[in-house]
């Protein structure tokens, strides 16, 4: 039984060092440490609406943005940008300009995926990487446990909507004019918003676990489930503080 626990510490240690990409990561070697993930649920105005020539919509480049509650701080160790949720946010528009008077640049599409397919046999205690990665560990040797991992992130369509230092101050002059300036200038970690990254986001992240150990209490056990899966088009998914 000691034997089994060290295989399970052993296996569980080792896949949590694998660098798996994730949006924070991917921003993060893309965009810049100081860029900031939100959740990829809004998209671009379409020209023309109410909440294209109104700014309202989160988050034009100028507004003064702040969150309530920040989901995930930066992490420079594991090279991480910050999350925040747009939902629990708090933003001061302005209204000197429309995003089609800012810097629109279109960035080539990003594409990332990570296979893991791990193998520890409880006696020779080693790392077995697949040649090939398998799907299912259905059918595991005794006394062996496995991690199979597969992540997928793509970026495409990009657009990067950016203002520039006289669009950026004039903003926040008319901002600060407003009544919701000195309540978000309260907040220790309110930005202005310089530019704005949108695109086609497709995340995929599939995990599977096998285990089957030849001891007394022990059964053959396989685990696989989508841990998250999301999809669409034309999502503001970061941003790039001033």
């Not at 989901?71 to 946010?89: T, Y």
């Not at 089957?212 to 899966?229: C, Q, S, Y």
Request: some cysteine.
């Amino acid at each position: 039984m000691l034997r089994v626990a060290s295989v399970l510490v052993l296996a569980a240690a080792l896949t949590a060092c694998s660098r798996a990409p994730t949006l924070r990561s991917v921003v993060y070697e893309e965009f810049g440490r100081n860029a900031i993930v939100l959740t990829p649920k809004q998209g671009v105005p379409l020209v023309g609406s109410d909440y294209y020539y109104n700014n309202r919509f989160h988050y034009i480049p100028g507004a003064l943005a702040a969150p309530k509650e920040v989901e995930r701080p930066r992490d420079d160790i594991r090279r991480r940008v910050a999350r925040w949720n747009h939902r629990s946010g708090d933003m001061c528009q302005h209204f000197l300009y429309r995003l089609s008077n800012t810097t629109l640049e279109k960035p080539k599409d990003i594409i990332k995926e990570y296979h893991l397919d791990a193998t520890f046999p409880s006696i020779l205690f080693t790392w077995l990487p697949r040649a090939e990665v398998r799907e299912s560990y259905a059918e595991l040797d005794e006394n062996e446990f496995g991690s199979l991992k597969h992540v997928l992130i793509k970026l495409t369509n990009l657009r990067r909507y950016s203002a520039n230092d006289k669009q950026l101050d004039d903003a926040l002059k008319q901002i600060k004019a407003r009544n919701c300036y000195p309540r978000l200038a309260s907040y220790g970690d309110a930005i202005q918003v310089k530019e704005i990254v949108s695109g086609n986001v497709e995340i995929a992240v599939e995990r599977a676990t096998g285990v089957n150990i030849k001891a007394p209490g022990f059964k053959a056990l396989v685990e696989k489930n989508f841990e998250l899966r999301t999809k669409g088009s034309g999502l503001i998914f970061a941003v790039i503080p001033r």
